[in-house]
């Protein structure tokens, strides 16, 4: 799948999930609206219930109910021409909103024509009538002069109208965070896999430049050491047969590494643990790349202040760890490289500190560095060799011996890599 096939799912896919949370709002506010207006209708209805009741109750079978009003929002205002008795109407609208299934808190009063005031203010919350009253905004008591009223404010209707559709509004929120999730996972592990496949793609490029060198030069060295006139001369055949041991153990260590690494991904591999003094394991390791790093101009010197250097460990794989960071600091150092080693103690263990002044590494790098098949951006650093393993195998080994590494580093200062191996 190419980057571009990838780009355009994922804005297909942003498009269509777009377009389901934008179908899904539209569709909790329509539910919302349709709402709040079965509820206006259903208080309109118990409100009218009461002002019939209560006409009856004063035995009034002339004064006609005028329709309910709504001066400002949710507030519900009802003409009745005749006298209101308090505890009647607190006892109506009780059992008519209850009817009505209107579970919300509210506040009711009465409104006196004869004096031009409000005379009853009251609250029901949770079903239960108080004296401690939501203050009602002053610009919703507008009433009719020489007209009885009564009135009834909602204050808070939002939460009512919410649980009445609920479940419904919550299961939408549900699957919508699972779509979300679900569509986040799937393009993360889309661009995820495309990395992947990015990176084995340069491994075997990678692996099949390594391997075909050491082939090639094989080839001819063989070649020439057939020719009826190398046959008499030892010095050359010696030279060419010379030519083919070193390429050949170059071959089989190349393939031993990628062997070594399926084993290890496997998890198969068992550590040689023993009483080792990492000082002598440094001082093999420095001394086998001293070379390399001086025939380049360079120096690599080794500082041991750690007091304590004893701990339990597998010789073989960690002086491999050690020499993968040395050979690193190498290949990614410019010319002159300068390589530091030095360990020291905490109360735990003992740390060695890896650190030269190469290319260094930018944040992102610093973040998948020991990520498998991963490899650096070498910038002006030319012909480095490798598969992307080392990090990966040194990362393996330190976990499987419960130690830790990290890494510092910044671009064109260099990097220092950091190693704790609990004591024994």
Known sequence: ??????????????????????????????????????????????????????????????????????????????????????????????????YQDIEADYVYGI???????????????????????????????????????????????????????????????????????????????????????????????????????????????????????TQSDKVKIQRYARIISEENNRLRTQVEKVLQMAILDRGQFELNVKELDIHDLLDSAVEKQRITVENRGGTLDLEKNAEQSIIHGDWEHLQSVVENLLDNANKYSLENPTIEVETSNNKHGILIHVTDHGIGMDKESQKHIFDKFYRVSTGDVHDVKGFGLGLNYVKIIVDAHEGDIKVISSLDKGSTFEIFLPFA
């Not at 709002?25 to 009218?48: G, H, T, Y």
């Not at 009564?150 to 808070?156: G, K, L, M, S």
């Not at 509004?169 to 569509?183: A, K, Q």
């Open 1 to 98: 799948m190419n980057k571009r096939t990838i780009q355009i799912i994922i804005f297909l896919a942003c498009f269509s999930l777009a377009g389901i949370v934008i179908t899904q709002l539209f569709w909790v506010q329509k539910s919302m609206s349709l709402q709040e207006k079965s509820f206006d209708n259903r208080a309109k209805q118990a409100m009218r219930t009461v002002a019939g009741q209560l006409l009856e109750s004063n035995q009034d079978s002339t004064t006609r109910i005028e329709p309910i009003e709504i001066s400002n929002p949710m507030f519900f205002v009802c003409k009745v021409n005749t006298p209101i008795d308090s505890f009647l109407l607190s006892s109506l609208l009780k059992y008519e909103f209850e």
């Open 111 to 229: 409104y006196d024509c004869f004096s031009d005031s409000i005379t009853l203010t009251k609250c029901v919350i949770d079903n239960i009538e108080t004296g401690n009253c939501v203050e009602v905004p002053e610009e919703h008591f507008h009433f009719e002069k020489g007209v009885a009223n009564f009135w009834v404010y909602f204050p808070r209707p939002e939460g009512f109208l919410i649980s009445q559709i609920g479940k419904w509004l919550f299961s939408s929120i549900g699957l919508l965070v699972i779509v979300i999730f679900t569509f986040s996972f799937t393009i993360f592990s889309i661009i995820k896999q495309k990395k992947l496949s990015e990176m084995k793609t340069d491994f075997i490029n990678n692996m099949t430049h390594e391997l075909k060198t050491p082939i090639s030069t094989i080839g001819l060295s063989t070649e020439v050491l057939m020719k009826d006139e």
